[in-house]
């Protein structure tokens, strides 16, 4: 059965920093490739980073210059790190992994909320 469960969110100051996880059993993370969005209340759910199989990387103009998406293999997992925390930034963070032909799948989110 594949599980991808995200982790890591809470409530932080504007500013702030928070380092968001996803990590995955059933599949082998690396070979997929994975992104993480966002949904806030009343909006739909946007992209924010992704990063392929091979390691490139790819953001939204929401999260340029200040959030970092990684992988650890052997950890299974892959990252955010997400720096200058905006009052904008608040919402429901989730991971998907997806590969051609296996599918795509999602975690249950993890809440992140910005404020002072």
């Known amino acids: 059965q594949v599980q991808l469960v995200e982790s890591g969110g809470g409530l932080v100051q504007p500013g702030g920093s928070l380092r968001l996880s996803c990590a995955a059993s059933?599949?082998?993370?690396?070979?997929?490739?994975v992104g993480w969005y966002r949904q806030a209340p009343g909006k739909q759910r946007e992209s924010v980073a992704t990063?392929?199989?091979?390691?490139?990387?790819n953001y939204a103009d929401v999260g340029k210059g200040r959030f970092t998406i990684s992988r650890d293999n052997a950890k299974n997992t892959v990252y955010l790190q997400m720096n200058s925390l905006l009052p904008e930034d608040p919402a429901v963070y989730y991971c998907?992994?997806?590969?051609?032909?296996?599918?795509?799948?999602w975690g249950q989110g993890t809440q992140v909320t910005v404020s002072s």
């Open positions: 998907s992994a997806r590969r051609v032909s296996f599918g795509e799948f």
């Open positions: 059933g599949i082998t993370l690396s070979v997929y490739a």
């Open positions: 990063i392929t199989a091979a390691g490139s990387t």
